[in-house]
């Protein structure tokens, strides 16, 4: 009988034992469940910032190059990554003005080397271009394709077209006031005309200045438009 009384009194305690670890299991479980969810929560939030766009004075400083240029307008072309030693071939074509086949050994490792350890990694460090030095492999990057270089940037061109606008902006302000001096013989053209006349040389300059920047830009074209439009420096 004192037998049965101990089994007894043992039997609760066991239980309350055994509830208790279950309870603080599954508060662990839970507890662990929480951060794991707001672990999850949190990468899902935390968005990959996007690279801010490059400013004015920092694409000039890394295309007053004319063999950064080259790159760059090679990269535009089709976009797709190339090997540095193609790229080196095709650079050294375009700068000593002839075809693939006619760069000799020297010239292509000159182009090579300045490639590999000056320009290509100067590109990569600000996003223009990526350059994969092991691999010897450059691919275009966002910024390759954002990027939209319009070569009047560039110190050496030869022609501003601001100061064309300037000059034309000059002449009609001028012709304005030699008309309302009736200035003999621009009297002989009645006002109408000469605003006429005006308009159309105004207009026509416009197109050749939209036509003349397309094809100024990098990636237009078969070769850099430097080449096409003479050298700038």
Same mark, same amino acid.
């Given at each position: 009988?004192?037998?049965?009384?101990?089994?007894?009194?043992?039997?609760?305690?066991?239980?309350?034992?055994?509830?208790?670890?279950?309870?603080?299991? $599954?508060? &662990?479980?839970?507890?662990?469940?929480? /951060?794991?969810?707001?672990? @999850?929560? !949190?990468?899902?939030?935390?968005? +990959? %910032?996007?690279?801010?766009?490059?400013?004015?004075?920092?694409?000039?400083?890394?295309?007053?190059?004319?063999?950064?240029?080259?790159?760059?307008?090679?990269?535009?072309?089709?976009?797709?990554?190339?090997?540095?030693?193609?790229?080196?071939?095709?650079?050294?074509?375009?700068?000593?003005?002839?075809?693939?086949?006619?760069?000799?050994?020297?010239?292509?490792?000159?182009?090579?080397?300045?490639?590999?350890?000056?320009?290509?990694?100067?590109?990569?460090?600000?996003?223009?271009?990526?350059? $994969?030095? &092991?691999?010897?492999?450059?691919?275009? /990057?966002?910024?390759?394709? @954002?990027? !939209?270089?319009?070569?009047?940037? +560039? %110190?050496?061109?030869?022609?501003?077209?601001?100061?064309?606008?300037?000059?034309?902006?000059?002449?009609?302000?001028?012709?304005?006031?030699?008309?309302?001096?009736?200035?003999?013989?621009?009297?002989?053209?009645?006002?109408?005309?000469?605003?006429?006349?005006?308009?159309?040389?105004?207009?026509?300059?416009?197109?050749?200045?939209?036509?003349?920047?397309?094809?100024?830009?990098?990636?237009?074209?078969?070769?850099?438009?430097?080449?096409?439009?003479?050298?700038?420096?």
């Amino acid at each position: 009988m004192a037998q049965k009384q101990r089994n007894d009194s043992i039997e609760p305690q066991s239980t309350t034992g055994t509830n208790g670890a279950n309870t603080a299991s $599954d508060a &662990d479980a839970v507890g662990a469940t929480e /951060t794991a969810s707001k672990t @999850d929560a !949190s990468e899902e939030t935390t968005a +990959v %910032p996007e690279p801010e766009p490059l400013s004015k004075g920092e694409v000039f400083e890394v295309l007053r190059n004319q063999r950064r240029r080259y790159v760059l307008h090679f990269l535009k072309q089709d976009g797709r990554p190339v090997e540095l030693g193609d790229l080196a071939q095709q650079l050294a074509a375009w700068e000593y003005e002839t075809t693939l086949e006619g760069v000799t050994p020297a010239q292509r490792k000159r182009v090579y080397t300045t490639l590999q350890q000056t320009h290509l990694p100067k590109m990569d460090e600000v996003g223009i271009l990526h350059f $994969d030095s &092991d691999r010897g492999v450059i691919r275009a /990057t966002d910024r390759t394709r @954002d990027i !939209s270089v319009y070569l009047e940037i +560039v %110190p050496g061109r030869e022609f501003a077209w601001r100061e064309l606008y300037l000059s034309l902006g000059a002449i009609s302000s001028a012709l304005v006031a030699a008309l309302w001096l009736e200035i003999y013989p621009l009297t002989m053209l009645s006002n109408l005309t000469w605003m006429g006349l005006i308009s159309v040389v105004v207009t026509l300059t416009a197109v050749v200045h939209i036509y003349h920047e397309r094809h100024m830009r990098l990636g237009h074209g078969d070769q850099p438009p430097e080449l096409s439009y003479g050298p700038s420096d």
